[in-house]
């Protein structure tokens, strides 16, 4: 490999990093208010929700797999959530118990997956869908506004820190503990390698199918109820597109779709706040909101670029390998 | 007696593959086997690697009923499987590799986690034992082939075997690699356990072991101390049959040169490669897997891209490949692998028959398909090839036969005239029967007119079919004979025996 190879491996490896100063760079220059502490920790708590519905998704997508429906989840949990508290149902009674409909639809998932054999794609867009319908039938397609409680837990501070940014921290130590440091988790990348040798291996391979599906969608369910908490109410559109979001912040973070690369920390974390940090500043600047969704798709675009270049550039070092 | 098989038969459908094979195999011992393409080998250490059970006959180990049901079962009784293609994950650390399934953990407070400590330690140790001295929180991606070979031995090393089976493993190895290797099988000889080396080297198998085993046609034909065998009975053995009578004869009128490839160089793959083909002519390609034929004709079909070079066709120079244009120009490639790239198995007979040749059917502005049209060409290609099947449009060809699928293959291509077919191992695990009519089909072709660049790994057929046969190695050409040079030896020589001396 030339110097100038081994430089582009270098910046194509690091790219997030490299993207994520360009933008607080450009922001800080942009406005004085951007760098500011308290907008700091406004962008972490900001982006608490979907740091963790994509900390699920880097467990699913690290099997070569996908889910698309972790927007609906989030929609589902929060309107029986809200209607659960609305009734009279104490949050604490709440909480669980929508967590398990978050492992419900993993399950429901990973069977069709690992049992009929159908694509992951394709499954999770019918549990995209109808995650959506149901939610829009219980709400009767009205907003649920949420009792003062619930926006309390979210505004409610544990050793000095917001509650939101403390359940992140949990989930994404765990996530990481997980991933780096279990049987598990380095099963997950034999799979997302090549799933046939894994078979071949021993690993097993169903098991492992099932347990990040169903993380992932515990993880929606989670990050449901932390945007909750921040809003005070569950309007009809809400957790729409927000697994676009969680797919682009786990490949913004290194995350492969080609499966068995990528990591949470710190990737996935760097990938959800680089996308936080771009719609915060877009508000802070004073962007026509209707522009958001174009550099959105403009940085979702130059991900997928960059992975791609990232994965060819791979194969290309791997095949002068084996030159003659 | 260490291992023991008795009477073992196994069958895929009406296809028997083994036909009742007995032989045992002593501690510490190394059998060489060795056979044709297609001969039943494979088949043979996947019952034994527990990949699937036997149709008929017992097999022991160490005096017990031997039948595992998974590679992991094999495993766990002491036989590892050292597979061609290494069943390695590049994107973890050698340590994982080495530990995938059974991570040696501890708890912390209640919670278990890798121990990384233990880890390194084990995995060293076991590195040690094949000689291996880098660290084992190297990925695997970062190894050359040599020692990803050597890591996938020290995995096996990792279950205490008492039989390791090594398939085809110097191909991907330089000359001095292997011959660590050869060492390293020693040692592990002299520690008791016992071998099974697959090879088409014929000369490293007889350096190596201590006995050889000789499969034809899904038997057993001989197996003997290595003393009683040279080169020369090796391969008698093996092939077995006389050819003369097995290979149908075709008229002969050769005409000008069609194809024209000079210095073809893909970066990695080819190297110089610099040959021609007549009309009407059969011209063979011959060499060990992976010595750079598929990669070749894939460029010259226009499926990967070259470097430097060129290609003439019928006397214009060709600068641009892609398979639509080989398809124009009456170029046909039929893949080596018929199930990924030769066929759609889960469409029907005549969808897949009528692929390549779609646009001979269309007609008018819109290039409607005519139906009717394609349906008569189908059935006549089809039956010209002697295909069985039962029903052209309801039936799948997943639910043919291997021979029967490959026809159907060589039916899509006949059905498009190609002027050029390209073979890529066109009797790759058929039957005897079936090849004798596709040898047929090919000769019929080239009598009308068209010309045919066939690799192989049965130098036999080659030598029955073509009338040259160009020899590659290392992604060159190493040699080429003409017909009246064909002399089995010499051939297997260049092509086995000289290819660690060209480097």
Known sequence: MTRFQKAIQLLLNYSTVVLFLVVLVTFGLLSPKFLTLGNITNILIQSSSLTILAIGMTFVLLTAGIDLSVGSIMFVVGVISGKLVVIGLPIWWAIPLVLVIGLLF?????????????VPFIVTLATFYVGRGLGL??????????????????????LGLPMPIVILLLVLIIGHFVLSSTQFGR?????????AKARKAGVPVKKILLTVYLICGLCAAISSLVALAQLGAVSPTFGYQNEFMAIAAAVLGGTSLFGGKGNILPGTLIGALLIQSIQNGLVIINVNPYIYPVITGTVIFLIVMIDSLRHKSVQKALRTKTTI | MLLQLKNIKKSFGKVEVLKGITFSLDEGMILGLIGENGAGKSTMMNLLGGIFPPTAGEMFLNGETYLPNSPIAAQSKGVAFIHQELNLFPNLSIAENLFINQFPKKRFFGVSRIDKKTINVKAKELLGQVGLTMDPNKKVEELSPAPRQLVEIAKALGANPKIIIFDEPTTSLSHHEAKKLFELIKKLKAQGIAMIYISHNLDDVLKLVDSVAILRDGELVRMDEKKSFDIQTMVKEMVGREMLEFFPGRMKK???????????????????VTFHIK?????????????????????????????????VWKGELIDKTNPVLSIQRGIAFLTEDRIEEGLLTRMNIQKNAQLAALGHFTKGLLHRINRFEAKEKVKEKVYATKTKYENLTEQLVSTLSGGNQQKIVLAKWLLTDPELLILDEPTKGIDIGAKREIYGLINNLVENGSSVLMISSELEELMGLCDRIIVMSKGKITASFDKSQFERNTILEVALHKQTAIL
């Open chain 1, 106 to 118: 993993g399950l429901v998932n990973a069977f069709f997956i690992f049992k009929l054999k159908i």
């Open chain 1, 137 to 158: 039938y219980i709400s009767e397609t009205r907003a649920i506004n949420l009792p003062e409680s619930f926006l309390q837990i979210g505004s409610s501070k544990l």
């Open chain 1, 187 to 195: 099963q997950v990348y034999a799979v997302g390698n090549d799933m």
């Open chain 2, 254 to 272: 050769i005409g000008k040169k069609v194809l024209e490839v000079e210095n073809l160089t893909a970066k990695g793959f080819i190297k110089d």
């Open chain 2, 279 to 311: 009309k009407q002519e059969v011209v063979g390609f011959y060499g060990l897997v992976g010595a750079g034929r598929s990669e070749m004709v894939r460029v010259l079909y226009g499926l990967d891209r070259f470097d430097s070079g060129s290609i």
